[in-house]
């Protein structure tokens, strides 16, 4: 299984980016899947994801609003687009995924993760 992250880059306050996420060996359709960031001396936390047994998808109250995720089944390809872009954004952001999960906010949940992207939002 192979997930790879991209669209990261700099960006001013105030701007859009789309993330993407294409996997490989797995099925997103049949998956649980999470995007987490990861800021400089802080731990990685969960921005948004969706499981496979619901429609619902969740978000961090930080992002809520601002940030969507949605995926492109034909493409087997998960997008996370980011508008309003604040210097507090500035992260790697990576994607995770897995055929069964507890919770999708949970990172100890997901067997399998993408290698980041970078997010650099200037003030």
């Known amino acids: 299984v192979q997930l790879q992250a991209s669209g990261g880059g700099l960006v001013q306050a105030g701007g859009s980016l789309r993330l993407s996420c294409a996997a490989s060996g797995l099925t997103f359709r049949n998956c649980d899947m999470g995007w987490f960031r990861q800021a400089p001396g802080k731990e990685r936390e969960f921005v948004g994801g969706f499981r496979r047994s619901d429609s619902n998808i969740y978000y961090a109250n930080s992002v809520k609003g601002r940030f969507t995720i949605s995926k492109d089944n034909t493409k087997n390809t998960v997008y996370l687009q980011m508008n309003s872009l604040k210097p507090e954004d500035t992260a790697v952001y990576y994607c995770?995924?897995?055929?069964?999960?507890?919770?999708?906010?949970?990172?100890?949940?997901?067997?399998?993760w993408g290698q980041g992207t970078l997010v650099t939002v200037s003030s």
């Open positions: 995770a995924a897995d055929r069964g999960t507890t919770s999708p906010r949970e990172r100890s949940g997901y067997a399998y």
